[in-house]
């Protein structure tokens, strides 16, 4: 024989203080920036492509970082290339010095190793400068990027605090550092003395060694 189950069904009183709250809490939500920003195509719009703009401008930097990094490999290695050239330069001069029999001859001779050190100097600085060139003009665009990425997220969180209120008609402003002109040609050789210092020094080095030709053949 089949025993009846009766349902029993428990109502949980709801608290007033509970229901305020909730009020509140749904209030909140409706008048919070960004659902005011949802309930807007304007400003939905808005917010959408600066956020995209936003994501280009954090590639555009990580591929310029990416090539400096590139950059400054190449400048290492033709920095070692060139050290380790005058190196196997001089130690082979200095044992044909004191090998040779005939040190006249080889006296007289002693431009021909010159030229050839001072001509594969100057095509190791010349590339030397070509990559500084390529990493100091990068450094300018990346300097450009972080500026402009900086103002577009001023603008986006500005447009997520004010919600609907902001302005449609503002743009990122690039807050570009005004210079006097005095300043800018009183601390501009020292700016290209800065950036060109690699190429000083090893021009310097190689003019040191230029004449070790006629010192080490001739002495």
Request: aromatic residues 10%; glycine residues 2%.
């Amino acid at each position: 024989m089949a025993e009846s189950k009766d349902t029993h069904i428990v109502e949980i009183p709801v608290d007033e203080e509970h229901q305020q709250k909730q009020q509140i809490t749904i209030s909140a939500m409706q008048n919070h920036p960004l659902m005011e920003i949802s309930q807007s195509p304007g400003h939905l719009l808005l917010l959408k492509l600066w956020q995209r703009e936003e994501s280009l401008f954090a590639r555009r930097i990580s591929m310029k970082e990416t090539r400096m990094d590139s950059v400054k490999s190449d400048l290492f290695q033709l920095c070692f290339f060139f050290f380790v050239f005058h190196g196997f330069f001089l130690t082979i001069l200095f044992t044909s010095s004191i090998n040779s029999e005939h040190r006249d001859g080889v006296c007289r001779s002693w431009f021909i190793p010159s030229i050839l050190s001072v001509s594969t100097s100057v095509v190791i600085m010349l590339l030397v400068q070509m990559k500084l060139y390529r990493y100091w003009k990068v450094e300018r665009q990346l300097q450009r990027e972080r500026v402009e990425s900086r103002a577009l997220t001023r603008c986006i969180q500005e447009l997520r605090m004010k919600g609907a209120s902001f302005d449609l008609s503002k743009e990122p402003q690039n807050g570009k550092r005004m210079k006097s002109s005095s300043v800018e040609i009183k601390w501009k050789p020292l700016t290209w003395c800065c950036q060109n210092l690699l190429t000083i020094c090893l021009l310097c080095f190689a003019a040191l060694v230029s004449p070790a030709s006629k010192l080490i053949l001739c002495v």
